[in-house]
């Protein structure tokens, strides 16, 4: 999960970005095209040779049909990230019972804000997740065993995305269930001071300040760049 980066517009990211960071992005383990639409895990059958593609569901996904969600899981080996629009259990639940496992959470601030987050995910009495006897997440009810191994098939990544959460860091990480803190750079920029301008010494800085904590409690480090210095930095 260290190393992502964003494709703006995957038809077009030849154009967007420039060759060395093309290349240069081809070691990582994660892109992050945005795309919102049935065939997301058709491009990953033509590309997965060269990347192991995560995937950012964007909000429209909500409101788009539960074959769409399907879809992009089925076309090839694509996993799902789904950036969910707030740390909010019912779309969570939902999201949870059409199938999907892996979760970007927004703007968490705290170890409470991520426990929260985790909870969502768990059955009692390991957390608040609604118990439904036939779904899309248990095959309808022919995985009998999905009650009890759900929560290990769970990827839950929550963003800092403030001073206030790039210090709680690591109280954040060491939660359990947890297994990637991310930073979102252009909200933490924004609410530093520096609406738009991620170079800026003091953002380098606190995004840097993430990764040590995050890594000592063993969990993922994450982060979103759009240039090769600034993410080698």
């Known amino acids: 999960i260290e190393g992502f980066f964003n494709i703006e517009d ?26 919102n639409a049935a065939n997301a895990g058709k491009y990953d059958e033509r590309f997965h040779r060269m990347w192991r593609f995560y995937l950012r569901v964007c909000a429209g996904m909500f409101r788009a049909r539960s074959a769409h969600l399907r879809a992009a899981r089925s076309g090839g080996p694509t996993e799902a990230l789904i950036r969910v629009p707030w ?31 985790v909870a969502a995910t768990r059955y009692p009495p390991a957390g608040i997740r609604g118990f439904s006897g036939m779904h899309r997440g248990n095959d309808y009810a022919r995985d009998k065993a999905y009650p009890q191994t759900a929560a290990a098939d769970i990827f839950l990544a929550v963003q800092v995305e403030s001073p206030q959460a790039v210090a709680e860091a690591g109280a954040i990480a060491a939660i359990e269930g947890v297994d990637c803190v991310f930073v979102g ?4 920029a924004a609410n530093m001071g520096f609406l738009g301008h991620l170079e800026t010494p003091q953002v380098r800085a606190a995004i840097g300040s993430v990764v ?11 982060m979103l760049d759009y240039s090769v210095e600034g993410a080698r930095s």
């Open 185 to 188: 750079p252009n909200d933490l």
């Open 87 to 117: 740390n909010d259990t019912v779309v969570m639940k939902r999201l949870l019972d059409s199938g999907a496992r892996s979760f970007l959470v927004p703007y968490v601030q705290n170890a409470e804000e991520a426990r929260r987050a």
């Open 212 to 222: 040590a904590p995050v890594r000592a409690a063993g969990k993922l480090a994450g």
């Open 10 to 35: 995957w038809h077009s990211f030849g154009a967007y970005y420039d060759p060395t960071l093309m290349a240069w992005h081809a070691n990582f383990e994660a892109a992050w095209p945005k795309l």
